[in-house]
């Protein structure tokens, strides 16, 4: 399974991010070019524990089951699938190359951390494994989103 501590991965998706431009349009869900861009970058400060977040109460319940559920095999990401709260953008638009620029330099990040552990606000704890397959999984749903 793809992970995006795989330096080859990484390059693969920071060669589609880059293919993104502020005309692209989304295949699905509500979020415009920018705000998808600006929720990637939240997710991945998130993953990486720059920006470090609450756990959520439903998370307790049901994280783990979903966490397997969502790792059990290559299948991507289901669409208009629920967003992390502290992830969602409201603000209609912004600089879309700084976005861009952002997300892949958080990218890059992937293959300089030595983290085994994550915590994710719904999933919680995660093992290195784990959170390899899952930000890889949501990088290319949000490409996918955008026909990258």
Not at 79 to 97: F, I, L, M, R, W
Not at 132 to 140: I, Q, S, T
Request: hydrophobic share 30%; charged share 30%.
């Amino acid at each position: 399974m793809k992970t995006i501590f795989d330096k080859e991965t990484r390059d693969s998706l920071i060669t589609r991010i880059n293919s993104i431009t502020e005309n692209s349009q989304p295949q699905w869900g509500k979020m415009n070019v920018y705000q998808m861009l600006k929720h990637c970058t939240l997710s991945e400060e998130m993953y990486l524990g720059i920006t470090v977040y609450k756990r959520s109460f439903i998370g307790r319940l049901f994280g783990k089951v979903a966490l397997k559920g969502m790792l059990k095999d290559d299948s991507p990401v289901a669409k208009n699938s629920p967003t992390v709260p502290q992830c969602k953008v409201t603000e209609a638009g912004g600089d879309v190359e700084a976005q861009k620029k952002r997300w892949i330099e958080l990218v890059e990040e992937y293959g300089k951390t030595s983290k085994t552990d994550f915590e994710h606000t719904f999933f919680g704890k995660m093992t290195r494994e784990q959170m390899g397959r899952l930000a890889y999984k949501h990088v290319d749903h949000h490409l996918r989103q955008f026909s990258n």
